[in-house]
């Protein structure tokens, strides 16, 4: 497509979610696209809007492409001047459920680029609203799986915490406390969620409908996922994210019906404590230790 590398999710599913208030059909999406097209020849930013990048479903489902420019720093100090490289992020449409993925997890891109300038023409036609969550929700989850087995509901189940963030990790002076597995064991943990019962982002490993998923999600809706072998191509990676957008609202949906049904503030209070406690016999124990 115009000698532009447009590669991507090599390595893993970087993505964002973005729901659209009012359908559109393939057509009506490839109109709005050709009206900010891009021109590669002129370094024009804007959509590759004459063909899709890809479709599949019978174009209930189609990946397009926005072509955006970055200065080449390197070849600007060398040459001197402004030099400019194309930067194009791909963007999946799953018209059949009104959302839109684009294809990176990057704070920078996703707002300069996605949402100012490649989601304009949609805007035009429908709203467009982000997909973000909070941290008591990210907090319950670690929640579920210390207290009820993982269980979030009967479909999916959380079966390892690795990552936790709180945005505030004054014990280790880090943005976030990472092992290979069960984070949620270590005293510095125990102690974050503890004094501040919420989380900005962590790492975990669910099954949902019998496939295991292993992602990071962080609370402005941004989420990283590891790929299966046997997922290559874009249909296919495509679908891989749908899904798992799909088992996050579902825990979500459970998580905001748990609130209605149960007096999750003392719950959370007493959850609390008993990370303080544990931290506690913990670090007695470390102390313990030192002296004998």
Sequence with gaps: MNDIDISFWSRGLNFKVYGMGRG???????MQL????????KKVQGWLSEEPYATWDEKKRAC????GYK???????????KYMEPDPIAI?????????????????????KVERKALKPIMDATKIDPYTYSGDFLFWLIY????????INDAISIHDISIISSGRESVNLSES????TEVTQYTETLVILGLHGYVTALKLGITADSLEYHLSLAMDGRISADIPEEIEDTSYKGNY???????????????????????????????QKSCLESSMGKMDSMIQSFRS
């Design 24 to 30: 559109l059909d393939y057509p009506r999406l490839h």
């Design 92 to 112: 999946l449409f799953d018209l059949e459920n009104q959302l839109i993925i684009p294809t990176t997890a990057d704070k920078n891109k996703l707002s300069n």
């Design 34 to 41: 050709q009206q900010y097209a891009g021109n590669p020849e």
């Design 144 to 151: 579920v799986y210390g207290c009820q087995n993982g269980q």
């Design 241 to 271: 994210a749908v899904s798992i957008h799909k088992a996050i609202q579902q825990s979500f949906a459970t998580y905001k019906s748990f609130l209605e049904k149960n007096d999750w503030k003392k719950i959370k209070g007493e959850y």
């Design 64 to 67: 397009y492409v926005y072509l």
């Design 177 to 180: 406390i990472k092992t290979n």
């Design 71 to 81: 200065k080449d720093a390197r070849l600007s100090r060398i040459f001197g001047g």
